[in-house]
């Protein structure tokens, strides 16, 4: 893949605490989730999709608050980005046009 346009990258990975307060305040579901697919995670030495593997329970493992999560798609973190936008004025957002092309916008005050 070949980057032609410009585009926003936060400078830190959105954590499993963030995206579970997200979820809980908009009670939104991720496309693994609403699926039923899960994701794929190592699972007794061999690289399975589980449909319990999503981003609450991304393995078998215990994630903690501070660690990236994982397990959520494009649609996902847009949703993300759109809720966390319209509460920060000062947040940028990586949004997509029609043509695929990226193009950052800057966030509308709530």
Known sequence: M?????????????????????????????DLEQNGKGGWSNHQGAWVRRPEHVWAT????????????????????????DW???RRADFMCC???RN?????EPARPA
């Open 2 to 30: 070949r980057l032609t346009q410009p585009y926003y990258l936060g400078a830190y990975e959105v954590t499993h605490e963030q995206f579970r307060r997200f979820v809980k305040v908009t009670g939104y579901q991720t």
């Open 58 to 81: 991304p393995g078998e493992w215990q994630t903690q608050d501070d660690e990236p999560v994982v397990h959520v798609t494009w649609n996902d973190a847009k949703a993300f980005c």
């Open 84 to 86: 966390l936008s319209a």
């Open 95 to 97: 949004r997509r046009r």
């Open 100 to 104: 695929g092309n990226s193009l950052a």
